[in-house]
Structures are given as structure tokens and as C-alpha cells.
């Protein structure tokens, strides 16, 4: 007889121990390590929205919010009782780093702090269509998080309108224009009749300007779906063909790199076309926000086509992969490979040194195809897509790295909210 009790008192033993384990607020526990799970932070602007799963235990009284500012050291900020697990701190201030960690409260007993989470808000967030991944994201303004996420078939352009709320996407295979709200959810479509290769919105005339593949035209339509007007292209456009809109000169311009050409067409003088021939292989292209005219990307540098068509060029040097251009001051970031060192750029020509170089990440920082600067007065921070990882890497003004986030394809279209 004694040979049955053993084991059965080992069994209950083990038993016993494996109850405890499951406490929550037990370090051993294996899914909770005896602390709370699933914290999510999120910023939007100036307020940081916190998350977490609930605990399940008996008594359980009330959740902690510790908080750091710009520093590691976390203290007690906040709690809530046992009912909520969401928490809103505002307003917070932009520019500097928060740190969030949860800890669960019984009458008697406290679990460990949860992971600790950070963020840095600011005055933007980031929108990035992402063509071969079928999705059109919302993210921080440090990069790090996803707001939110609405899927596509194949966004490949977008452009946003702060003044309506407003996101308008390009869905190439479908051959329509989605109109997004400010959450990305869908609430109107207008059908092209073409695949769109890209696209420019004219706040002041709330248009939509969109660069058709088959037809070889340009398609004008109001914010609300009505088409009013379209223009022949100025030659057949290739898939890598790009289109921005000069509201300075009233211009949009067209990049084709099969033809090495990019071309001008003026609004306000009956559609007459310019055209800029020997540019190699044009990719993306900005009007310039101060001075109007044409910022192209090519394979031998920057070029700048100015207003009265005198062409500037600027790293020529260097296979100059993207651009982006600082609308408040008109510095123009690049990403980009010197050919002669053979070693990797990124950095910024200074409008207010005659458009010097200033080299912000070196070879250390490699293959970067794509940059979206944040728009300020003086030297700005800025997001790039990095191939290899296919990592999107936000960096601070300094060129410092603040955030991460992963995966992305290759073809990308960033706008700011």
C-alpha cells in the first residue's frame, strides 16, 4: 500500500507547485513572468496612448504607471483601477523620450514592472504606401510604432490633405484613387480607366493631378472624384516615371529616366511643355517649396532646373538614389553612393550655404533608397528605408538613430500627416 501512496502524494506535490507557478504575479510563471504582458505605446502628437493585457488574479486592485522623461530611471506617475488597462498622458511635450512600464496591485502583493517601452513624440506622423507589401501604414513620429495599418492591392502613391482629412492613395492594378479619412479607413473610390504611376495634389485648387500609364496622359480630377480636365503626356511613361506638382510656377513636372528627360509642363501658359533632355536617369522629383522649380534625383548627382530653365548640378559624383526636401527652409536631403570612394551618404544640401553638402550618416549606414525629411525651420531629422534589412530607420536632426521599424519592399511612398 505504501508503494501507491508515494507516488500519489509526489503527483499531488507536483501538482501543488505547478498551481503556484501559474500565479501571475509569479516570476517562474511562463507566460507572464510575473509582470504585466502586452504593453502597446503609441503617440499622436502631443499625447501618448498606453495599452496592456489584463491580469487575471483574485483581487486584484489596481494598475501602476511608471514614468520616465529623457532619462532611465522610471518612477511611479500614474494608476489606474483594476477595470482599466488603457491610460492617456497628455500633453506631453515633443522631441523628448518617455518611458512607460505597467505594474499590477493586489491588496497584498505586487507583480514585477512590466517591459519598459519607449517613445518620442512630435508634430507629425508618417504614411508610408508600401506597393509590394499590399498595405498603406501609419506610423510615429519617431518610427518605432504602427498607428495603424490598412491593407491595399497595390498602393502606389499617395498624397495627403491636411485641410480636408484627407488621404488620397493610388492603387495601381485596380486603376482607381482611394479617398481615406485621417484613420486610414475608406470612404469613397473614384475609377481611372488607367494605372497611375504617381501623383500630385494642388491645395490650392484641391486637385489631383495623376500620371496615367496606358493612356500616356494626366488625369486632373477634384478631391471629390470628378474628373475636369486631362493632358496628353509628352512621351510614352515607363514604369519608373515620376510626377510633381511647382505651385510657385503653376508647373508640374515629369521625370522619365528611359528618356533621360525630365519635362515641364506650365499651366498658366496653355499647357506650353519645356524640355529638359541629358538628365541621366531622373527618379523621384520636388518642386522646390521656397523657389519653385524641379529637384531631381538622377544617377549623376542632384540636378536643380530653375525657373528660367538653367540647369544646377550637385554631387555629380554620386548615384543619388532619393531626395526629399525640407518645405519649411528648402534644404534638400539625400540618400546616396559616392562612386569614386565607393562608400555610402546621407546627409543635406544647405539651401542658406548655396546649397553645400552636409553629410549627416556614412559608410557605416548602408544602402539607404529611400528619405522622407520632417519639415522644421533649421536642420531636420528624417526617415530612410535601408535594403538588406528593409528596415525603415528614423534618425534625429544629428543623424542620431531614434527608432526602427520592419519589413518594407522596395517601393515606398512616405507623406506626413
Not at 505605446?41 to 489584463?54: A, F, M
Not at 519598459?116 to 498603406?136: E, H, Q
Not at 503626356?233 to 528618356?259: M, N, Y
Given at each position: ?13 507536483i501538482?501543488?507547485s505547478?498551481r ?6 509569479d ?8 509582470a504585466?504582458?502586452?504593453l502597446?505605446?503609441?503617440?499622436n ?7 496592456w ?10 494598475y501602476?504607471?511608471?514614468?520616465s522623461v ?5 518612477s511611479?506617475?500614474?494608476?489606474v483601477?483594476?477595470n ?7 500633453p506631453?511635450?515633443y522631441?523628448?523620450?518617455y ?7 493586489t ?12 517613445i518620442?513624440?512630435?508634430p507629425?506622423n508618417f504614411i508610408?504606401?508600401d ?10 513620429y ?6 495603424m495599418?490598412?491593407?491595399q ?12 482629412q ?7 492594378w ?5 479617398i481615406s479619412?485621417?484613420?486610414?479607413s475608406s ?6 480607366h488607367?494605372?497611375?504611376?504617381d ?5 490650392q485648387?484641391?486637385r489631383?493631378?495623376?500620371l496615367?500609364?496606358d493612356?500616356?496622359?494626366i488625369?486632373i480630377?477634384?478631391?471629390?472624384g ?9 512621351t510614352?511613361?515607363?514604369f519608373?516615371s515620376?510626377?510633381?506638382l511647382?505651385?510657385k ?6 521625370s522619365v529616366?528611359?528618356r533621360?528627360t525630365?519635362?515641364?509642363?506650365n499651366l498658366?501658359?496653355?499647357?506650353r511643355?519645356?524640355?529638359?533632355p541629358g ?10 517649396p521656397i523657389?519653385g ?5 538622377t ?7 530653375e525657373?528660367d530653365g538653367?540647369?544646377?548640378?550637385y554631387l ?10 525640407n518645405?519649411?527652409n528648402?534644404?534638400?536631403y ?6 569614386n ?7 543635406y544640401l544647405?539651401?542658406?550655404?548655396n546649397?553645400?553638402p ?5 559608410k ?10 520632417v519639415?522644421v ?5 528624417f526617415l530612410v ?5 528593409w ?9 542620431n538613430?531614434?527608432?526602427?521599424i ?10 506626413l500627416?
Amino acid at each position: 500500500m505504501k508503494f501507491i501512496i508515494i507516488p500519489i502524494i509526489a503527483l499531488l506535490i507536483i501538482s501543488c507547485s505547478e498551481r503556484e507557478h501559474l500565479n501571475p504575479f509569479d516570476p517562474e510563471n511562463p507566460d507572464t513572468h510575473g509582470a504585466p504582458t502586452g504593453l502597446v505605446i503609441v503617440s499622436n502628437r502631443n499625447r501618448i496612448d498606453l495599452s496592456w493585457d489584463p491580469m487575471d488574479i483574485n483581487g486584484l486592485s489596481y494598475y501602476q504607471i511608471y514614468r520616465s522623461v529623457d532619462s532611465y530611471n522610471l518612477s511611479l506617475h500614474d494608476s489606474v483601477t483594476a477595470n482599466f488597462t488603457y491610460w492617456v498622458d497628455r500633453p506631453v511635450e515633443y522631441d523628448r523620450v518617455y518611458r512607460y512600464a505597467i505594474r499590477a496591485c493586489t491588496v497584498d502583493d505586487v507583480s514585477n514592472l512590466s517591459d519598459t517601452l519607449k517613445i518620442i513624440p512630435g508634430p507629425v506622423n508618417f504614411i508610408i504606401a508600401d506597393f509590394y507589401n499590399f498595405s498603406v501604414q501609419k506610423l510615429t513620429y519617431d518610427g518605432e510604432h504602427v498607428l495603424m495599418t490598412n491593407y491595399q492591392d497595390s498602393p502606389i502613391a499617395i498624397e495627403v490633405s491636411s485641410t480636408l482629412q484627407k488621404i488620397f492613395i493610388a492603387d495601381y492594378w485596380n486603376e482607381q484613387i482611394i479617398i481615406s479619412n485621417w484613420n486610414l479607413s475608406s470612404i469613397n473610390s473614384f475609377n481611372l480607366h488607367d494605372r497611375p504611376l504617381d501623383m500630385a495634389f494642388d491645395p490650392q485648387l484641391n486637385r489631383l493631378y495623376i500620371l496615367g500609364l496606358d493612356k500616356k496622359q494626366i488625369l486632373i480630377y477634384s478631391t471629390t472624384g470628378m474628373i475636369t480636365d486631362s493632358l496628353p503626356a509628352p512621351t510614352s511613361l515607363p514604369f519608373g516615371s515620376h510626377l510633381c506638382l511647382d505651385p510657385k510656377q503653376r508647373s508640374l513636372w515629369i521625370s522619365v529616366p528611359e528618356r533621360d528627360t525630365i519635362f515641364q509642363i506650365n499651366l498658366s501658359a496653355s499647357n506650353r511643355i519645356s524640355v529638359h533632355p541629358g538628365i541621366h536617369k531622373p527618379r523621384k522629383i520636388y518642386a522646390g517649396p521656397i523657389d519653385g522649380g524641379c529637384w531631381a534625383a538622377t544617377s549623376e548627382g542632384i540636378v536643380n532646373i530653375e525657373n528660367d530653365g538653367s540647369v544646377n548640378n550637385y554631387l555629380s559624383e554620386y548615384f543619388i538614389y532619393d531626395i526629399s526636401i525640407n518645405a519649411e527652409n528648402g534644404d534638400v536631403y539625400y540618400t546616396g553612393y559616392n562612386k569614386n570612394t565607393q562608400e555610402w551618404e546621407t546627409g543635406y544640401l544647405n539651401r542658406l550655404a548655396n546649397f553645400e553638402p552636409v553629410p549627416l550618416l556614412g559608410k557605416e549606414t548602408p544602402y539607404l533608397y529611400c528619405i522622407r525629411v520632417v519639415p522644421v525651420a533649421g536642420q531636420s531629422g528624417f526617415l530612410v528605408l535601408q535594403g538588406g534589412t528593409w528596415n525603415l530607420l528614423r534618425f534625429d536632426q544629428n543623424g542620431n538613430q531614434i527608432g526602427a521599424i520592419g519589413q518594407y519592399s522596395s517601393r515606398l511612398d512616405i507623406e506626413l500627416d
